[in-house]
Antibody, heavy 124, light 108 residues
Framework: EVQLVESGGGLVQPGRSLRLSCATS????????MHWVRQAPGKGLEWVSS????????DYADSVKGRFSISRDNAKSSLHLQMNSLRTEDTALYYC?????????????????WGQGTLVTVSS | EIVMTQSPATLSVSPGERATLSCRAS??????LAWYQQKPGQAPRLLIY???IRATDIPARFSGSGSGTEFTLTIDSLQSEDFALYSC??????????FGQGTKVEFK
C-alpha cells in the first residue's frame, strides 16, 4: 500500500523558516518524480514544486522561487521542502504527491497518490 | 500560464441523481487533464486522467469527457460518499501545473 506522510508544519512568524518532510512507503521511491502541492484556506490547489527521480530536474512556482528548496533522499524514501523567508500568503495545507509516471518515463506532472497534508501557518 | 476555471462553485445534488461538473482551460491542453476528489481530513484522490481514463479502483459512475478547452466530470447516481470537492488539473504545459478552484458537490 502506497503511503505518504507529511510532517514539519506549524505556526511560524513571517520571515522565518520551516522544513517539511514527507515519509513514503509502498513503492520504489527512487523511480518516481515527487511534488509539493498546497491549498490555502478556502482556495484551490496550487502546485508548488517538483523534483524528478534523480534530482536533476527541479521546478518551482514563481510564488516560491528563490525562497523554497525541494530535495529528496532516495535511500530514505523521503522528500523535503525547505521554506525560507515565509510570508503570510504561504499559509496553507501542504501536500506531498507522487507522480503517476515512473522511471524510465519522464514525469507526467499529475499525481496518483497524496498525503493528508501538513498545515503551515505564517502569522505574527 | 494556463488558467483552469471550474463551474459551478457549488453543486447541490440529491443522492441517486447525476452531477455534471465543468472545467475550462484558457488554452488547448490536448488530452492532458486530470480530476481529483478531496474530502476534509483525507488525502486528495486521483479520479480521472487523460480526460476520460479512470484511475485504479475508481467506480464506473465517474466519467470524464471533453476536448480542447472544455471538459466535464460526470458522476452518475450520486452516492453519499461522493459529496466532496472536485478539482481539475492540466498537465499539458508547465510549469506551473495548474488546477481549477474546485467545485463542491453538496447534499441537496
Amino acid at each position: 500500500e502506497v503511503q505518504l506522510v507529511e510532517s514539519g508544519g506549524g505556526l511560524v512568524q513571517p520571515g522565518r523558516s520551516l522544513r517539511l518532510s514527507c515519509a513514503t512507503s509502498g513503492f520504489t521511491f527512487g523511480d518516481y518524480a515527487m511534488h509539493w502541492v498546497r491549498q490555502a484556506p478556502g482556495k484551490g490547489l496550487e502546485w508548488v514544486s517538483s523534483i524528478n527521480w534523480n534530482s536533476a530536474n527541479i521546478d518551482y512556482a514563481d510564488s516560491v522561487k528563490g525562497r523554497f528548496s525541494i530535495s529528496r533522499d532516495n535511500a530514505k524514501s523521503s522528500l523535503h521542502l525547505q521554506m525560507n523567508s515565509l510570508r503570510t500568503e504561504d499559509t496553507a495545507l501542504y501536500y506531498c504527491a507522487k507522480d503517476f509516471s515512473g522511471w524510465p518515463s519522464e514525469s507526467f506532472y499529475y499525481f496518483d497518490f497524496w498525503g493528508q497534508g501538513t498545515l503551515v501557518t505564517v502569522s505574527s | 500560464e494556463i488558467v483552469m476555471t471550474q463551474s459551478p462553485a457549488t453543486l447541490s445534488v440529491s443522492p441517486g441523481e447525476r452531477a455534471t461538473l465543468s472545467c475550462r482551460a484558457s488554452q488547448t491542453i490536448s488530452t492532458n487533464l486530470a480530476w481529483y476528489q478531496q474530502k476534509p481530513g483525507q488525502a486528495p484522490r486521483l479520479l480521472i486522467y487523460g480526460i476520460s481514463i479512470r484511475a485504479t479502483d475508481i467506480p464506473a459512475r465517474f466519467s470524464g469527457s471533453g476536448s480542447g478547452t472544455e471538459f466535464t466530470l460526470t458522476i452518475d447516481s450520486l452516492q453519499s460518499e461522493d459529496f466532496a470537492l472536485y478539482s481539475c488539473q492540466q498537465y499539458n504545459k508547465g510549469p506551473p501545473w495548474t488546477f481549477g478552484q474546485g467545485t463542491k458537490v453538496e447534499f441537496k
